[in-house]
T-cell receptor, first 114, second 116 residues
Framework: LAKTTQPISMDSYEGQEVNITCSHN???????ITWYQQFPSQGPRFIIQ???TKVTNEVASLFIPADRKSSTLSLPRVSLSDTAVYYC???????????????FGTGTRLLVSP | DADVTQTPRNRITKTGKRIMLECSQT?????MYWYRQDPGLGLRLIYY???????NKGEISDGYSVSRQAQAKFSLSLESAIPNQTALYFC???????????????FGAGSRLTVL
C-alpha cells in the first residue's frame, strides 16, 4: 500500500511562495503523484499531477526528484484564497488485477494570512 | 450543472434507519468511488466500482453497501445507521483511459449525514 506523509499544517503570508513536501517511500514504478486542494465542506479539487522531474501549470508546480520517493508542491505568490487542505496522492496498484486504488492521507492544512 | 451530483446534500436521521446517498455523473467515466471524511481527517475509501459489474470494498466498507445501477449512477446505502457514521460523504469519478497510471478524481460537492 503506497502511503504518503505530509506536514500537518503550514502557515504563510500573502505573496509568498509555499512549498509542501510529501514523502512516498514505497511508490511503485507505475504510480503517478497527484495533488488535490480542498476547501471546507467541498470536495477535493485536482491541482496537478506528475510522474518525474518537474510539471507546471497555471496554478502550481510539482517537483519530483529522480528517486521519486518524495515530491514538492510549489504554490507561487499565495493569496488568502489559497487557504485550504492540500492532499498528496500516490496511485495504489493492486498486484492481482493491476488497477489503482487511490488512498488519501490526512493532508496539509495551509493557512495564508494577510 | 455539476459533473458529479450528490443527493441529498444534507440529511439528519436516527439510529437504525436505512439511508441511501445517491451519486450521478455526466463525465462518462467508468470508475466511481465513495469516500467518507470525518472532521479534521482525510478521506477514507468506502467502496469503488470500475464498471457496472465490478464493485470492490475499500478501507472501511463495514456497515455500508453500494449499488451501481448504471454507468452514471452509484448509490451508497447505510442499512442501519449508527451515530459513528456521522460524516461528510463524497462521491468521485475517474477515467483510467485518460493516461495510464494517471487517475484523476472528480469529486461531488458532498453529502453531510448526521445520525442521532
Amino acid at each position: 500500500l503506497a502511503k504518503t506523509t505530509q506536514p500537518i499544517s503550514m502557515d504563510s503570508y500573502e505573496g509568498q511562495e509555499v512549498n509542501i513536501t510529501c514523502s512516498h517511500n514505497n511508490i511503485a514504478t507505475n504510480d503517478y503523484i497527484t495533488w488535490y486542494q480542498q476547501f471546507p465542506s467541498q470536495g477535493p479539487r485536482f491541482i496537478i499531477q506528475g510522474y518525474k522531474t518537474k510539471v507546471t501549470n497555471e496554478v502550481a508546480s510539482l517537483f519530483i526528484p529522480a528517486d521519486r520517493k518524495s515530491s514538492t508542491l510549489s504554490l507561487p505568490r499565495v493569496s488568502l484564497s489559497d487557504t485550504a487542505v492540500y492532499y498528496c496522492l500516490v496511485g495504489d496498484t493492486a498486484m492481482n488485477t493491476g488497477f489503482q486504488k487511490l488512498v488519501f492521507g490526512t493532508g496539509t492544512r495551509l493557512l495564508v494570512s494577510p | 450543472d455539476a459533473d458529479v451530483t450528490q443527493t441529498p446534500r444534507n440529511r439528519i436521521t436516527k439510529t437504525g434507519k436505512r439511508i441511501m446517498l445517491e451519486c450521478s455523473q455526466t463525465k462518462g467515466h467508468d470508475r466511481m468511488y465513495w469516500y467518507r471524511q470525518d472532521p479534521g481527517l482525510g478521506l477514507r475509501l468506502i467502496y469503488y466500482s470500475f464498471d457496472v459489474k465490478d464493485i470492490n470494498k475499500g478501507e472501511i466498507s463495514d456497515g455500508y453497501s453500494v449499488s451501481r445501477q448504471a454507468q452514471a449512477k452509484f448509490s451508497l446505502s447505510l442499512e442501519s445507521a449508527i451515530p459513528n457514521q456521522t460524516a461528510l460523504y463524497f462521491c468521485a469519478t475517474s477515467d483510467p483511459y485518460r493516461e495510464p497510471g494517471a487517475n484523476v478524481l472528480t469529486f461531488g460537492a458532498g453529502s453531510r449525514l448526521t445520525v442521532l
